[in-house]
C-alpha cells in the first residue's frame, strides 16, 4: 500500500517483482495512474479512488506543511474504508506500507498481521527538529487531532505523533540519513530498489556530447522562470541538455529553444541518468535517490517540503551543490555546472556513494527481511 505519487510508488516496485519472483502472491492497493507501473512489477492491482492531487491531472500540492499533512490524514480517512472492503474475502499476511499510507497500521492492527514501513526517505533520528523545523504549531496539532479522532473510531491503539512502525525497510543509503547512527535498530537501511522500469521507454543521446538532465520531478514543475533561466544559462553550451517541464507549463511559453536542448513534458529519468553527466534536480527524494545510484553529480534547486533538508544533505555530503530558487539565475547555474564538472573529490564521492548503495542488499535484502516477517 502506498500513496498515489511517483515518489511513493516507484520505490518498492523492485520489492514486488522479487516477491513475485520468490513464489509470493503480491496485491498493489493503487489508483488508475500506476496500473502499468504494478503490471509491469507482476502484481494485481487492487484499485480504489484518492483524494491527493494528482499530477495527471495537473493538480498541485501545497506548500504549508500543516495544510500537506492534512491531505494524508484525509486520503486515509477516505481510502480506509475502500480497502477494508476490498479485502475482506482475501485478508493478506502481511501488508508493506509507505510511509504516507496510513491507511495500512490501521488495516494491519484490524486484520491483526504484521505490517513492514516502507520509507523513501529520511527516518525518525536525534535531531530531527533541528533539520525538519518543529512540528508544534497549532496548525499541526488540529491534524493530529483529526487522526487522531480516526484512530479512535477505528478502536485502533494509535496516535499520529507515535506512529512508529514495527519494522522500517529504509530505501535511502545510511550515509544519507541524517544522524544515522541514532536511528532504531529495527530500521534497514537497503538503500534504493529501483527496476529497468522498460514499459517507460528508452532515451538515447545523439552523439558524444555530455549529457545534462534537468527535471523538477512530478509535483512542483510549475516553474516558467526556472526553465527560462536554464535556457539561458545552458543553450549553445557544447551540452546535449535534456529538460523535462510536466504537464503545467505549456511549451510555448519558454520562447524560443536552442539548438542543444531537447524539451520534454516528461523523459524515461532512470534511463536518461544512467547516461547523463550532471543532474539538475529539485531534490526530491527519489530523483535524489536515482541520481546517487547513478553516480551523477547533482545541482539541487528544492522547491518544497523535504527538498530543502534533502538538497542541504547533497551539499554536505559534497555529492554536488545546492542553488536556492531566488538566487538561480543563467550566471549562478552556469557556474554550479562548472563546480560539479570540475571538483574532481566530488566525482569520486558520488562514485563512492554509488558503491555503498550496491552493497547495501536493496531490493535481495528488503525481500528477506519481508520474508523473515512472514515465519
Not at 22 to 37: E, I, K, L, M, S
Not at 103 to 115: D, F, R, S
Not at 277 to 300: K, R
Amino acid at each position: 500500500m502506498a500513496v498515489p505519487a511517483h515518489g511513493h510508488v516507484n520505490p518498492g516496485l523492485g520489492l514486488v517483482t522479487e516477491l513475485n519472483a520468490r513464489g509470493h502472491r503480491v496485491t498493489y492497493a493503487v489508483t488508475d495512474d500506476f496500473v502499468p507501473q504494478v503490471a509491469e512489477a507482476s502484481a494485481t492491482s487492487v484499485r480504489y479512488e484518492s483524494t491527493l492531487p494528482s499530477a495527471a491531472a495537473q493538480e498541485q500540492w501545497p506548500e504549508d506543511q500543516a495544510a500537506a499533512v492534512l491531505l494524508f490524514v484525509e486520503e486515509m480517512i477516505a481510502v480506509h474504508p475502500q480497502l477494508s472492503a476490498a479485502y475482506d474475502q482475501d485478508r493478506p499476511d502481511l501488508i508493506i506500507y509507505d510511509i504516507g499510507a496510513l491507511q495500512a497500521p490501521v488495516l494491519a492492527h484490524q486484520w491483526g498481521v504484521p505490517a513492514i514501513c516502507l520509507s523513501p526517505t529520511h527516518v525518525r533520528f536525534e535531531g530531527i527538529e533541528e533539520v525538519f523545523g518543529s512540528p508544534d504549531t497549532p496548525e499541526l496539532k488540529a491534524v493530529y487531532a483529526r487522526a487522531d479522532a480516526f484512530f479512535a473510531e477505528q478502536d485502533v491503539p494509535l496516535t499520529f505523533e507515535k506512529m512508529e512502525p514495527d519494522r522500517c525497510v529504509v530505501t535511502i543509503p545510511r550515509s544519507f540519513q541524517y544522524n544515522g547512527d541514532s536511528v532504531a535498530d529495527n530500521h534497514t537501511f537497503v538503500g534504493p530498489m529501483l527496476t529497468g522500469r522498460s514499459f517507460q521507454g528508452e532515451w538515447h543521446p545523439s552523439d558524444e556530447r555530455p549529457v545534462l538532465l534537468i527535471s523538477m520531478g512530478s509535483a512542483y514543475t510549475d516553474q516558467l522562470e526556472l526553465y527560462r533561466s536554464c535556457l539561458a544559462a545552458f543553450g549553445g553550451l557544447d551540452w546535449q541538455v535534456v529538460l523535462t517541464i510536466g504537464k503545467v507549463i505549456d511549451p510555448a511559453q519558454l520562447g524560443e529553444i536552442p539548438p542543444n536542448v531537447e524539451v520534454h513534458r516528461w523523459v524515461p529519468q532512470l534511463n536518461v541518468l544512467s547516461q547523463a553527466d550532471v543532474f539538475i534536480t529539485h531534490a526530491g527524494m527519489g530523483g535524489s535517490m536515482e541520481g546517487l545510484y547513478s553516480g551523477v553529480p547533482m545541482i539541487a534547486i528544492p522547491q518544497a517540503a523535504d527538498q530543502f533538508a534533502n538538497a542541504a544533505r547533497i551539499e554536505q555530503l559534497g555529492l554536488g551543490v545546492r542553488l536556492p530558487k531566488e538566487q538561480a539565475s543563467p550566471a549562478a547555474l552556469r557556474a554550479a555546472l562548472t563546480r560539479v564538472c570540475e571538483d574532481p573529490e566530488l566525482l569520486a564521492r558520488s562514485r563512492a556513494i554509488r558503491q555503498e548503495i550496491h552493497e547495501a542488499g536493496g531490493v535481495r535484502r528488503a525481500a528477506d527481511i519481508v520474508e523473515q516477517s512472514l515465519t
